[in-house]
T-cell receptor
């Protein structure tokens, strides 16, 4: 089982709609969870982090964590064309290693 | 001045060459990482240093040799690489291992081995 799994996409969402990105992880002892955005040819940029079960909102972004299901998601409300990018889920596991998923390509349709 | 700076941004090298990648962070962090990003693969953790001590060597071939002279600088020495080593090499830093802190990335070095 891969440590951090994401659907590679592409996920196409109309402008103004909600984009939902999902991630599962294998290490039940993981404590810290991150979402990074990566534009083509650029380095990853942190957009959200979450440590506790439940929802965390920051502007148009909401991160959701369910440790029992080993599931973390990112919702993007009022999607904009500038949100088109690859979104990387990252998990700091019990060994303090930050492990990344393959990323989900998101395409916002104008 | 960005938080994490990598040089060079692009590098083309032959299989018999020796080169080094440099990373410098100005964030006062104690942990530094090297990641490799190949096409259609997840970011692969290569090395982790915490307070200048290597804490992780993720089964990386010996043709990659890291060096961390202090908490602000990290190098990746390259020798006798293979074409399949062509990738984007990303350096990152974080406050420290065990801390609830995110990793900040440099812009990366795009390496092509010919």
């Amino acid at each position: 089982q891969k440590e951090v799994e994401q659907n590679s996409g592409p996920l196409s969402v109309p402008e103004g709609a909600i984009a939902s990105l999902n991630c599962t992880y294998s290490d039940r002892g993981s404590q810290s969870f991150f979402w990074y955005r990566q534009y083509s040819g650029k380095s990853p940029e942190l957009i959200m982090f979450i440590y506790s079960n439940g929802d965390k909102e920051d502007g148009r972004f909401t991160a959701q964590l369910n440790k029992a299901s080993q599931y973390v998601s990112l919702l993007i409300r009022d999607s904009q064309p500038s949100d088109s990018a690859t979104y990387l889920c990252a998990v700091m596991n019990r060994d303090d290693k930050i492990i990344f998923g393959k990323g989900t390509r998101l395409h916002i349709l104008p | 001045e960005t938080g994490v700076t990598q040089t060079p941004r692009h590098l083309v090298m032959g299989m018999t060459n020796k080169k080094s990648l440099k990373c410098e962070q100005h964030l006062g962090h104690n942990a530094m990482y090297w990641y490799k990003q190949s096409a259609k693969k997840p970011l692969e953790l290569m090395f982790v240093y915490n307070f200048k001590e290597q804490t992780e060597n993720n089964s990386v071939p010996s043709r990659f040799s890291p060096e961390c002279p202090n908490s602000s600088h990290l190098f990746l020495h390259l020798h006798t690489l293979q074409p399949e080593d062509s990738a984007l090499y990303l350096c990152a830093s974080s406050q420290g291992l065990g801390a609830r802190t995110e990793a900040f990335f440099g812009q990366g070095t795009r390496l092509t081995v010919v």
